[in-house]
């Protein structure tokens, strides 16, 4: 079965459940993180909330002190007379937990409680396209040019050790399983002179030459196309309807692993 069919099932389960008065038996397992959520998770979340990311919930261990089940938000702590569901997820009820609040959007306006999740980036302006094509243009060094002006496009972790800048290091960063780590963009795995995994005709950067590298393709294309794939930087699709009532009906049920 595949996901999409065993997303489909779940969710067809979940409106029986809510049409009939009893729901489960001894064959039915109910929604469980490992089987139902950590798939949804992991296609448009866990590239920034992992283990070593500055961002304060690790969704790729949602079990741990720095997790989802039973901690507490930290937009709550921050601001606690705004009465903020206090929990990320709080077991077995879906109507307190934060996270249900960033996947539906229901967040206060003055912006205590964060950007609806996933995280849309923003595209990278024509400005900054200019400035990855004139450092390409004068060889793509690793030089004080590329660190005041190209690297904060990228990104990188800051000193204090809290948060990313930039707009592309959320995803390629080192261990990401992202073919690309841009927080070593000189490196085996990086981007100049590595041969791009997607059009193995091309370098990723090759220097002195902007239109012979594919990194120009991803940042300039407006739309997906057969010869560039995605546009960069990537806006994730919402989470669906369905995949937010199955997250729902997993902390309903308990929130089980």
């Known amino acids: ?94 109507g307190a937990s934060f996270v249900i609040d960033k996947l539906t959007g229901s967040l206060p306006a003055n912006g205590h409680g964060g950007a609806p999740m996933p995280l849309q980036v923003e595209p990278v302006t024509a400005d900054e396209v200019a400035t990855i094509t004139q450092w390409i243009n004068t060889g793509a060094q690793n030089d004080t040019f590329f660190q005041m002006n190209v690297r904060p496009i990228f990104g990188s972790e800051e000193s204090n050790g809290l948060f990313f800048s930039g707009k592309c290091v959320f995803c390629h960063y080192d261990g990401s399983p992202n073919p690309l780590n841009l927080e070593d963009p000189f490196g085996p795995n990086g981007l100049v002179n590595v041969r791009a995994s997607y059009r193995g005709d091309l370098m990723r950067v090759k220097p002195n030459e902007p239109e012979e590298s594919f990194i120009i393709l991803k940042i300039t294309a407006t739309e997906a196309d057969s010869n560039v794939g995605a546009p960069m930087p990537y806006s994730y699709d919402p989470l669906t309807d369905t995949q937010v009532e199955t997250v729902r009906q997993w902390i309903l049920e308990g929130a089980r692993p």
């Open 1 to 94: 079965m595949t996901l999409f069919d065993r997303t489909r099932a779940i969710a067809l389960a979940v409106l029986a459940c809510i049409a009939l008065p009893a729901c489960g038996g001894e064959d039915d397992d109910g929604i469980t993180y490992d089987d139902d959520i950590r798939p949804l998770f992991n296609r448009r979340c866990t590239t920034c909330h992992r283990p070593v990311s500055p961002i304060n919930v690790d969704i790729q261990n949602p079990y741990g002190e720095r997790g989802l089940v039973n901690t507490a938000n930290s937009w709550a702590v921050e601001y606690p007379e705004e009465m903020l569901d206090v929990d990320n997820v709080d077991a077995g009820n879906p």
